[in-house]
Structures are given as structure tokens and as C-alpha cells.
């Protein structure tokens, strides 16, 4: 478990960035999977997001994931949905104590926000899409709709694939300087001809700052760490068939 010292701040908040440890899965899913949607056995997954809910005294029909989709849509949750029932979004808010907001990634960025003083929290999942689509805007709007405060909001960006093992082409960059030239800020050159290196985090630091919203950036690369994180690109590279998901939760205490 990793947790920050932003969002540790108040006793009416709890929450982890869980690493790939601790876990019963095997093989490419070793050990921590927590994503259903991975090829991993579902009796283990299940079994890992009962263990990361124990690690924060939960039951493990306290955590709620979405069907992340890389959309910018945030939806408000006043009850917990059955299993198999997760609606299509990307961040989720509530101000209900006990539920666990959870988010699952493998190199996109796990986003935990929280006004402790109003009692209402978020969780976003944000990839490169949904980064430029608006999802952390659209979680913050969604948390001040419950009566959250800008300035109160403490924010955390979690373990995710860092500029120095993002290379992406030309065409992406064109995509981010097309929705706003000065997204060039978030590019360096890559050792190859034509490509460059994508700042996600700090993509999405710029985007807090803009809304004064405080954040806190872990700084962990999910690609370099293959002891502790999870990551899809690494998979890639390496012509896996699958790849495990992380988990990142955040809840309300009672107040």
C-alpha cells in the first residue's frame, strides 16, 4: 500500500495506491490483479480485492470499480451497484461513508480526491484520452455538485508511466497541440526520429492547477517498476497475451 501525505491528512479519509504485491494470482498476473477484465482466474481476483479491502478494514463488497471505457464521464454514486452492474465512466464520486471508490489501471493515471471537510471524495481513471476529454474536470465538477470545494479538494495522482517511458508519435503530439498549442510543454524529443516522450502526469498536474485544485504527484513509473507496478505498454513490448490491473481506492469514514 502507498499512501500519500495529501490525502492522509484527515481521519475522515482512508485510501491506497496498492502495488502488484501481495496477492494470490499467478504468472503474468503475479500477484495483486484486481481487474476482472484481465484473463487472470476470477476466484484469484476476487480473492485480491478482498485482500486490498482487508488491508483498509473493509469487506470486500465495500469496493465499487467502474467500466472504465477512457471516456470523461463521471457519475455520482448514492448506492452500491451489483456485481456485473458497473456503469461505463471513469470517475466516480460519492459522499456516502463506507464505499470504497476503486480504480484500476496499468500505466494510465489512478487520480484519489477528496474535501474532507465536506465529506465528499473521487477517484478517476486517467489515460491519455480521458485526460485530454476532461475527466478530472469532469470528477471535480462532479464532487462540488455533492458540495465540495475547489479549494478544499486535495488531490493525488498515482502510479502511472512516467515521460521518460512514454514515447508516443508525432500524431499524438499533433492531437494534444490541436486542442491547445501549449500542450507542447508536455513533449521532449525521443531518441528516435519523430517520436517523443508524454508527460501524463504533469499533463494532468496543469489541469489541477487550473481548476486550484491541490494534487500531490507520487512520481512512480508503473512501465519501469516491473517489481511493484503493473503496465500494459510493458506487456506490449514484450508481446504478452495480458496484463494485470493495480487498484487505487479511496472512502469516507463516518463522521
Same mark, same amino acid.
Given at each position: 500500500m502507498i499512501i500519500t501525505e495529501t490525502l492522509k491528512q484527515s481521519d475522515r479519509v482512508?485510501?491506497?495506491?496498492?502495488?502488484? +504485491?501481495?496477492?494470490?494470482?499467478e504468472g503474468i498476473f503475479a500477484s495483486l490483479n484486481c481487474g476482472f477484465g484481465s484473463g487472470d482466474n476470477p476466484d484469484h481476483i476476487a480473492a485480491n480485492r478482498a485482500n486490498a479491502m482487508k488491508r483498509l478494514d473493509l469487506d470486500?463488497?465495500?469496493?465499487?470499480?467502474?467500466? +472504465?471505457?477512457?471516456?470523461?464521464?463521471?457519475?455520482?454514486?448514492?448506492t452500491?451497484?451489483?456485481?456485473?452492474?458497473?456503469p461505463q465512466a471513469d470517475a466516480a464520486v460519492t459522499k456516502i461513508p463506507g464505499i470504497a471508490l476503486g480504480i484500476l489501471s496499468a500505466d494510465c493515471a489512478p487520480v484519489l480526491l477528496a474535501d474532507a471537510a465536506t465529506?465528499?471524495?473521487?477517484?478517476?481513471?486517467?489515460g491519455w484520452k480521458g485526460a485530454l476529454g476532461g475527466i478530472v474536470e469532469a470528477a471535480v465538477d462532479a464532487m462540488t455538485g455533492l458540495g465540495a470545494k475547489k479549494d478544499q479538494i486535495q488531490a493525488a495522482i498515482g502510479p502511472c508511466i512516467q515521460q521518460a517511458s512514454y514515447e508516443v508519435g508525432a500524431e499524438f503530439r499533433v492531437r494534444?497541440?490541436?486542442d491547445d498549442p501549449t500542450n507542447r510543454e508536455f513533449f521532449i524529443a525521443s531518441s528516435r526520429d519523430g517520436h517523443f516522450m508524454f508527460d501524463l502526469p504533469a499533463f494532468l498536474g496543469r489541469q489541477f492547477d487550473t481548476l486550484g485544485v491541490?494534487?500531490?504527484?507520487l512520481g512512480l513509473d508503473t512501465c519501469a517498476d516491473e517489481v511493484r507496478f503493473f503496465s500494459y505498454r510493458r506487456a506490449t513490448q514484450r508481446r504478452e497475451k495480458d496484463y494485470g490491473r493495480g487498484l487505487a481506492s479511496i472512502l469516507l469514514r463516518e463522521g
Open positions: 482512508r485510501h491506497a495506491f496498492f502495488s502488484r +504485491q501481495g496477492g494470490i494470482s470486500e463488497g465495500a469496493l465499487l470499480t467502474l467500466y +472504465q471505457v477512457h471516456s470523461a464521464k463521471a457519475v455520482v454514486v448514492d452500491p451497484w451489483k456485481p456485473g452492474e458497473a465529506g465528499v471524495i473521487g477517484a478517476a481513471h486517467a494534444f497541440m490541436d491541490a494534487y500531490e504527484t
